[in-house]
């Protein structure tokens, strides 16, 4: 089955069973968990670059959860090290030279204590930890009282999200226009419109309402993706074709379904 996820891997096969990614190939057509089919798929993926994993795999020498776990540190100067250690090694051996290779500060995690509060533990740098003592001195001055770390996250993401989110960006700049617009005549309004609307700020903001800052892809099963992460603005219509940049030529998709979008047309007109 490696061998397999190896070989999409090299020709980006899974696109043609309309999945955007080798991972979500796996769960699907294969009905793999989703912690079995990220192990192939990491393992399938580095043995592009050292196929000796895949060759040790395929002679039982080692098992699949250790190979997975030395990818993140094995490079073509030490590959044989690591193969030995795979293959001699426990599991805890693996893990702790593997750490020692590529320390990670803390196992970040985010769980729930009860209906409304979660748990957050996060490793910080000392840059970082002096930043965040220097924002809960600010608002400890500014609110008359010392505040919790709870609370300066709750203002931190709230600022960020009022900075960053494109959704709210939109909402925002929708109201203004509205505003703006309430206090214009009827040609006034005409003209205004008119000359907002080629401006690429504006249709980004009708987009983002539109789809909610979402990839719009919906699969056979009637399902839309979940996707808010590296959204692309992808054409209906080519601007190559003739195309233009409207709203209603434009919808967001992730780089995954944008690329399979892209794939799929490129079929049709072979």
């Known amino acids: 089955m490696v061998e397999l996820l190896n070989l999409l891997a090299s020709t980006s096969g899974y696109l043609y069973f309309q999945c955007p990614s080798l991972r979500q190939y796996a769960i699907e057509k294969w009905g793999l968990p989703e912690y079995t089919a990220a192990d192939m798929v990491t393992v399938a993926r580095k043995s592009l670059e050292i196929p000796e994993l895949l060759s040790t795999l395929q002679r039982g020498q080692t098992s ?17 090290e690591w193969l030995d250690l795979a293959e001699k090694g426990t599991n805890r051996d693996i893990e702790k030279a593997v750490a020692a290779a590529r320390p990670q500060p803390v196992d970040e995690s985010l769980n729930y204590k009860d209906d409304n509060l979660s748990e957050l533990r996060v490793g910080l740098n000392e840059e970082t930890r002096k930043n965040l003592e220097r924002i809960r001195d600010l608002l400890s001055q500014k609110n008359g009282r010392a505040v919790t770390l709870s609370e300066c996250l709750e203002q931190m993401t709230k600022i960020v999200l009022e900075k960053m989110d494109p959704l709210k960006k939109a909402e925002r700049a929708t109201k203004r226009r509205a505003a703006k617009c309430e206090k214009l005549g009827t040609c006034q309004i005409r003209k205004f419109i008119r000359a907002r609307r080629k401006l690429p700020a504006r249709v980004e903001h009708a987009i983002n309402l539109r789809d909610q800052a979402q990839c719009a892809h919906v699969n056979h099963q009637g399902q839309r993706c979940p996707n808010r992460r590296w959204l692309h603005r992808h054409h209906l219509k080519p601007v190559s074709m003739g195309g233009d940049d409207g709203v209603a030529n434009l919808r967001s998709l992730c780089s995954g379904h944008h690329r399979l ?6 079929e049709n007109l072979s």
């Open 64 to 80: 699949l959860s250790k190979l997975r776990r030395i990818c993140s540190v094995i490079t073509l100067k030490d590959k044989a």
């Open 261 to 266: 979008v892209h794939f799929q047309e490129k």
